[in-house]
């Protein structure tokens, strides 16, 4: 299953950092694969990952405002934290599968958990 994290609305100009993104990655995935040939608008650095759940990849948007996941929920669940984490305060960040089965805003300062929350709930 893909999901997403985006900026919602206007992002003014900002981006994800890509080193500091990789950075973030490969301290969970060591053995991450980085592609910086890009391929298309929504695929134009992509992260090939062996998660515990199994392969799967996290690509970015050319913008840099919107990773794409095609990996379990729980590893897409970290990796928008981390995006988060990596995106100004006041930028609405939303988390969605691509089915739009739920919708959730990616509260500042929030962990995993909470995140896992907000899905469930709204889902």
């Known amino acids: 299953m893909t999901f997403v994290v985006v900026v919602e609305g206007d992002a003014g100009g900002w981006h994800v950092d890509r080193g500091a ?12 694969e980085i592609d910086s040939s890009a391929r298309s608008a929504v ?6 990952l062996d998660t515990e759940n199994g392969p799967g990849e996290a690509y ?3 913008d840099g405002t919107c990773l794409y996941m095609d990996v379990w929920e729980e590893d897409a669940i970290w990796l928008a934290i981390a995006f988060r984490r990596l995106t100004p305060m ?9 089915g739009y089965t739920f919708d959730v805003h990616v509260p500042t300062g929030a962990a995993e958990a909470d995140l896992m929350a907000l899905v469930t709930a709204s889902g």
């Open 21 to 32: 993104l990789t950075e973030v990655i490969r301290d969970r995935w060591t053995e991450a």
């Open 43 to 48: 695929r134009s650095l992509i992260w090939r």
């Open 60 to 62: 970015l948007h050319e």
């Open 90 to 98: 006041h930028l609405d960040l939303v988390f969605c599968d691509e």
